[in-house]
T-cell receptor, first 108, second 116 residues
Framework: QKEVEQNSGPLSVPEGAIASLNCTYS??????FFWYRQYSGKSPELIMF????GDKEDGRFTAQLNKASQYVSLLIRDSQPSDSATYLC????????FGQGTELSVKP | GAGVSQSPSNKVTEKGKDVELRCDPI?????LYWYRQRLGQGLEFLIY????????KSGLPSDRFSAERTGESVSTLTIQRTQQEDSAVYLC??????????????FGPGTRLTVL
């Protein structure tokens, strides 16, 4: 089992829809959970972080963490074509372990 | 500085040469991280520093790879006797630590290394 697994893509949603990205992790001691967005040829850009169980909302983005289920997700509401990118889930307590990423495509 | 900076942005070298990559973290960030990303692949952890010390260097792929950090600032990643499989983007990130926990990691623009 990979340490951090993301749902395989690519994920395609129409403009204005909700995009749902999922991630599971194996280390129960993980303390920090991040979602990064990476455009092709660019470095990862932090878009959400969450440290406690529950939901955290920031604009169109909502991160959800369930430590008992070892699950973290990212919802993007009102998806825009500019949201098209690869989304990386990262989990850790010192170093970060990254998932392989989910490619999101938002169609106009 | 305002963000994490890395130099050079691009490096082309011949197989067998040594290369040195530099990372300048965000001012005040005590932790610094190195990752590698091969083309079309995910990010691989290499090493991280807390201050000057490296609590976890488990990701360094071989003894050809080494890293050091002076003070709580600049870090250099050195790859000796480069091989073609070392070709990748090398990413540096930094973060603050509060209450014994890592906070958000912010990435630099990366160094694209090509070994011919």
């Amino acid at each position: 089992q990979k340490e951090v697994e993301q749902n395989s893509g690519p994920l395609s949603v129409p403009e204005g829809a909700i995009a749902s990205l999922n991630c599971t992790y194996s280390d129960r001691g993980s303390q920090s959970f991040f979602w990064y967005r990476q455009y092709s040829g660019k470095s990862p850009e932090l878009i959400m972080f969450i440290y406690s169980n529950g939901d955290k909302e920031d604009g169109r983005f909502t991160a959800q963490l369930n430590k008992a289920s070892q699950y973290v997700s990212l919802l993007i509401r009102d998806s825009q074509p500019s949201d098209s990118a690869t989304y990386l889930c990262a989990v850790g307590r010192g170093k970060l372990i990254f998932g392989q990423g989910t490619e999101l495509s938002v169609k106009p | 500085g305002a963000g994490v900076s890395q130099s050079p942005s691009n490096k082309v070298t011949e197989k067998g040469k040594d290369v040195e990559l530099r990372c300048d973290p965000i001012s005040g960030h005590t932790a610094l991280y190195w990752y590698r990303q091969r083309l079309g692949q995910g990010l691989e952890f290499l090493i991280y520093f807390q201050g000057n010390s490296a609590p976890d260097k488990s990701g360094l792929p071989s003894d050809r790879f080494s890293a050091e950090r002076t003070g709580e600032s600049v870090s250099t990643l050195t790859i000796q006797r480069t091989q073609q499989e070392d070709s990748a983007v090398y990413l540096c990130a930094s973060s603050a630590w509060t209450s014994g926990s890592m906070r958000e990691q912010f990435f630099g623009p990366g160094t694209r290394l090509t070994v011919l």
